[in-house]
T-cell receptor, first 109, second 115 residues
Framework: GQNIDQPTEMTATEGAIVQINCTYQ??????LFWYQQHAGEAPTFLSY??LDGLEEKGRFSSFLSRSKGYSYLLLKELQMKDSASYLC??????????WGAGTKLIIKP | GAVVSQHPSRVICKSGTSVKIECRSL??????MFWYRQFPKQSLMLMAT?????????EQGVEKDKFLINHASLTLSTLTVTSAHPEDSSFYIC???????????FGPGTRLTVT
């Protein structure tokens, strides 16, 4: 079957750095997405990786290793507003998005 | 970025009634639209995928006669929850994707409460 694993919850301190990992086993691979979702709101797009390596976008970076079926989202200079759930999703061979359950990130002052 | 709207944002209805939720792409043509459901503290669950002008493809376990999807134009898709029951109470989110686009753009979601 298809599976996306990410930690259920993480806690970090304001101003620090946090890395949220995602491992996947899917039938085919056509890209990996990270989305941010605040409570009671719809997800918003953060990043897209289709080739191995690191994609940097401001305070957020996303890394992909296709051979390892692994990605991480790195958040730097954490702010209180970064408290949210972070969803990892993989597009499979049918171009269907397979969603992880999300990682709830709690930022403490 | 592209904008997707959903209406209504919140709806409360009585058990046995039907509710229609609209999803519109405001500044692009959405060849494909997706409908998701999300229960509290759970991940998104894809309900169905619809391409403009054709019948929606429903995920396993989703009743197509209960959740009617219409994607009649390149900017509008509707989800009708027929004969709603309290267990249908959830957060319903649509997303849209244009032709040759990678990213899905999400609407703000509709919170449905069935009493």
């Amino acid at each position: 079957g298809q599976n996306i694993d990410q930690p259920t919850e993480m806690t970090a301190t304001e101003g620090a750095i946090v890395q949220i990992n995602c491992t996947y086993q899917t039938s085919g691979f056509n890209g990996l997405f990270w989305y941010q979702q605040h409570a009671g709101e719809a997800p918003t797009f953060l990043s897209y990786n289709v080739l191995d390596g690191l994609e940097e976008k401001g305070r957020f970076s996303s890394f992909l290793s296709r051979s390892k079926g692994y990605s991480y989202l790195l958040l730097k200079e954490l702010q209180m507003k970064d408290s949210a759930s972070y969803l990892c999703a993989v597009k499979d061979s049918n171009y269907q998005l397979i969603w992880g359950a999300g990682t709830k990130l709690i930022i403490k002052p | 970025g592209a904008v997707v709207s959903q209406h209504p944002s919140r709806v409360i209805c009585k058990s046995g009634t039907s509710v229609k939720i609209e999803c519109r792409s405001l500044d692009f043509q959405a060849t494909t639209m997706f409908w998701y459901r999300q229960f509290p503290k759970q991940s998104l669950m894809l309900m169905a995928t619809s391409n403009e002008g054709s019948k929606a493809t429903y995920e396993q376990g989703v009743e197509k006669d209960k959740f009617l999807i219409n994607h009649a134009s390149l900017t509008l898709s509707t989800l009708t929850v027929t004969s709603a029951h309290p267990e249908d109470s959830s957060f319903y989110i649509c997303s849209a994707r244009g032709a040759r686009e990678v990213e899905q753009y999400f609407g703000p979601g509709t919170r449905l409460t069935v009493t």
